[in-house]
């Protein structure tokens, strides 16, 4: 086993989780790269000390330039907000460090190329955060439509929704304030990465983006509230996909249904131990979705627990993660989702703002 050393930049939500995760991992899936808390970078001296004496890590700063230079931090992991994610990308590929970011991959498609640019011209390992996807069910949900399970795919519908804004009081923050940081940026990259790892590229768009709620107690709102959009996939298939953060009662809305010619598939966030598995097969009146818990059985379920049905949670999806980035680290390989997938995921979201202002198709190369 060796040691590496982790630094990582930001320390709210996400960097507590990777944080998290980096410690537990090596427990869990008994990894070959065994991760230091080795420095811990936030907007200042006195929260970069909070974080690092609640996580765990070595030692603190609040110069994202010192960290990514210092020799014993080994690999990046960003969990700032996404208007840095490209400086700090591109100053540590220069010094060929891995690293791994946060979604959106950057602000924009502009971002986004040059970071996959810098991550390619260096040859460094670099990975995008899309954690929803790793779900033991999910991946279950992958193979089964791999093996044929479900027959031909006909059909995909798929959603994040959450209702974080649903309250026309709940105050202006930094959230309602910039075309980055709208739903577009926030919620939407989940539900378009998990289409795009079930059913394949996504050759066109039409969609309609909308803010809803326009002023709020402490200013106006400046970007989009939620949007619907259809798409066409490159196997020919048409697929829906919608994302809010105004949708009242939803709390971790990150749900799908694909049909396919001998059956359908269907799962939902907010029930993240479970996948619905209809099969058109035996007599009508005993056809229906089953149930099937997630248990030792499915992808990436045992390390966690033994007993079937007991269930995986979200810090366990951010733990696959880090298991990822480190094998990818370990094996010189990358490993899916790279940054150039993270920019697959931008492209999509300028084609589907470019169709809502046109209100037609756009075609997701021309992005």
């Not at 090596?26 to 909070?50: H, I, Q």
């Amino acid at each position: 086993m060796s040691e590496i050393g982790i630094g990582i930049l930001g320390g709210g939500y996400m960097g507590k989780a990777h944080a998290v995760a980096m410690s537990a991992v090596g427990a869990v899936f008994n990894t070959a790269l065994r991760p230091r808390l080795e420095m811990v970078c936030a907007t200042s001296a006195a929260s970069a000390e909070k974080y690092r004496k609640a996580y765990g890590f070595a030692r603190g700063t609040d110069d994202w330039r010192a960290l990514v230079n210092d020799p014993r931090v080994d690999a990046i992991i960003i969990a700032t907000p996404q208007n840095m994610h490209r400086p700090i990308a591109e100053a540590a590929f220069a010094l060929g460090k891995p690293v791994f970011c946060e979604k959106p991959l950057g602000t924009d498609v502009e971002d986004s190329r040059a970071m996959v640019a810098a991550a390619e011209a260096n040859g460094a390992i670099n990975m995008t955060g899309f954690n929803y996807i790793r779900t033991p069910a999910t991946q279950y949900a992958r193979q089964l439509i791999e093996d044929g399970v479900i027959g031909d795919i006909t059909g995909f519908r798929g959603e994040h929704t959450e209702d974080f804004l649903a309250d026309p009081n709940a105050p202006a923050t930094w959230r309602t304030s910039g075309k980055a940081n709208g739903m577009m940026g926030d919620l939407a990259p989940h539900p378009i990465n998990c289409a795009l790892r079930l059913m394949g590229p996504i050759t066109s768009i039409m969609a309609e983006i909308e803010t809803v709620i326009e002023d709020r107690p402490g200013g106006k709102v400046t970007n989009d509230d939620h949007a619907h959009m259809l798409c066409r996939f490159e196997s020919g298939v048409l697929g829906s996909i919608y994302a809010s953060r105004i949708a009242t009662g939803r709390k971790m809305g990150y749900a799908y249904e694909i049909t396919g010619s001998k059956g359908a598939i269907r799962f939902d966030g907010e029930d993240q131990n479970a996948i619905h598995l209809y099969k058109m097969d035996g007599p009508d009146a005993q056809r229906g979705f089953t149930k099937i818990l997630i248990g030792p059985d499915h992808p990436d379920y045992e390390p966690f627990c033994q007993g079937p049905g007991h269930g995986t949670g979200y810090q366990d999806q951010i733990i696959i993660e880090a298991r990822d980035f480190l094998q990818a680290i370990e094996t010189k390989t990358n490993i899916w989702p790279t940054f150039r997938d993270g920019m697959e995921v931008n492209q999509i979201i300028a084609a589907a703002h470019a169709s809502s202002d046109a209100k037609a198709w756009r075609t997701i190369n021309d992005f």
